[in-house]
């Protein structure tokens, strides 16, 4: 699995946040298959091999994360 915390992973982060177009593309996708499978494919186009258990892992830990900010 992939360390989250990894600079290329990073990089891939900050790559889709400052693309409008890709962030809406990821953002506007409501099957997380379909997600994950876009996710993937940003990745290999910039040449980071990103397994699908790696995105899984970020949605969980974001997902917790925006939880946790909510409660307080």
Avoid: C
């Amino acid at each position: 699995m992939a360390d989250i915390s990894d600079p290329a992973f990073q990089a891939l982060r900050q790559s889709i946040h400052d693309t409008p177009s890709l962030h809406e593309r990821l953002f506007n996708l409501t099957d997380p298959d379909d997600f994950i499978a876009a996710v993937r494919q940003l990745a290999s186009i910039q040449g980071y091999d990103l397994k699908e258990e790696d995105v899984r892992q970020s949605m969980h830990t974001g997902r917790k994360a925006w939880i946790e900010r909510t409660r307080t």
